[in-house]
């Protein structure tokens, strides 16, 4: 089976300031990455995903990540946060299991954009 | 488009009480997920149905819980007994089938407080 390691349980980082959350997974033969964003009491909201081609995806809110297959990483970037930045980050990897199509969620990184 | 709906939003029970979820995926999406999110950790798979058939339900405590998605649509989720460590949040999500490039779209979840 497939795991995610998020490395950072939480990051703090002030305002405008740029800011990296990392994510790892173990190797598999194909899979496909995500990061999802969680505001307070609220459901999963998708980034961005990476499913093939260029290894620098873009998403929503000004967020990037680069996808890194000999380092099986997938870290997601922004240049400068805002206080609306602050949620729970969740990274994810999909992969093909028995009969299905699994996808599995790290622990979460937690920032907090600081005014 | 209306996105996933679930209901109820909170509910605080006593241990070895029963409990249920519903949720009511996206129109036309033939794939349907329960997670589990305990506070601190990212979303654990319980079960996942395409259609009305289960596809993967290997994560899910059969002793206690149990789930259904009668004609494809609305899906309910059930725990008897309910036990202290079943407090999370449960989130229920779909896609509109099982693939690997396919987006899950999330709920808001119920958070369950189980006392």
């Known amino acids: 089976a497939q795991s995610v390691t998020q490395l950072d349980s939480q990051v703090p980082v002030f305002e405008e300031a740029p800011v990296e959350l990392r994510c790892n997974y173990s190797?598999?033969?194909?899979?496909?990455l995500f990061w999802y964003v969680q505001y307070p009491n609220q459901g999963l909201q998708l980034l961005l995903k990476y499913l093939s081609g260029s290894t620098l995806v873009k998403g929503i809110n000004g967020f990037e990540a680069e996808f890194n297959k000999s380092q099986t990483s997938f870290h997601l970037r922004k240049p400068s946060v805002h206080i609306s930045d602050t949620a729970e980050y969740f990274c994810a990897v999909k992969y093909s299991g028995a009969g299905s199509y699994q996808l599995t969620f790290g622990k979460g990184t937690k920032l907090s954009v600081i005014p | 488009e209306a996105g996933v709906a679930q209901s109820p939003r909170y509910k605080i029970i006593e241990k070895r009480q029963s409990v249920a979820f519903w949720c009511n995926p996206i129109?036309?999406?033939?794939?349907l997920y329960w997670y589990q999110q305990i506070l601190g950790q990212g979303p654990k798979l319980l079960i996942q149905f395409q259609n009305n058939g289960v596809v993967d339900d290997s994560q899910l405590p059969k002793d206690r819980f149990s789930a259904e998605r009668l004609k494809g649509v609305d899906s309910t989720l059930k725990i008897q007994p309910a036990k202290l460590e079943d407090s999370a949040v449960y989130l229920c999500a779909s896609s509109a089938w099982d693939g690997m490039n396919t987006e899950a779209f999330f709920g808001q979840g119920t958070r369950l407080t189980v006392v």
């Open positions: 129109s036309g999406h033939a794939t």
């Open positions: 190797s598999s033969v194909s899979v496909y």
